[in-house]
């Protein structure tokens, strides 16, 4: 299995009224990178899973997903071996959409795998933005195309600050990313301790898509 965030946002571009040109992106996605840095030294440190999971931070997403590109180009475990990505966008602050201490998964009635984490205990429910088509604006789906169940976790309630200067710490909720972080310790655990594999939703699968070159 797969956990992954991107690492990057926009650097350095057009001022904002207070003359800020830095695009911090302290939710979009450093709150993603923190969530999979966190998972990854508790579930390092804990008893060793029956599966492989494997970390990765990509680059470039804001660019055209080209780190995504480069991962499938060149895979450190066979794709089809793959059974779930979870990326882990934007966790920063809560969503008013959804109930407080709640995650919601993009495509979420695409296959059975947000329903199945959240039986065990995910604070996960449908997307509440449908309209915005946030499946489809993540490394994930990438990854679904080459038919990885491939979904992104969040709480990004469509605040101001997206793409902005503004987009700084000082806007993060410590209090919901590190609820919202925690809950998700068991599910993925056991994800990676049982023999169940997550699959599409009948007629739900993105279409295939070949692999890309590496830029």
Known sequence: MLLTAHLDHLGIGPANAAGDTNYNGADDDASGTTAVLTLAHILA???RPKRTIVFALFGSEELGGFGNRA???RPPVPLASMVANLEFEMIGRPDPAVPAGTLWLTGFDRSNLGPELAKHGAHLVNDPHPKENFFRRSDNYALAQQGIVA???S???LHKDYHQPSDEIR???FTHMTNAIAAMINPIRWLADTSWKPEWNRGRRPEANPTGPTP
Do not use: E, K, R, W
Request: proline residues 7%; hydrophobic residues 35%.
């Open 45 to 47: 440190n804990g008893p």
């Open 71 to 73: 991962f499938l180009a």
């Open 151 to 153: 979904q992104t976790v």
């Open 155 to 157: 709480s990004y309630g």
């Open 171 to 173: 806007t993060i909720d």
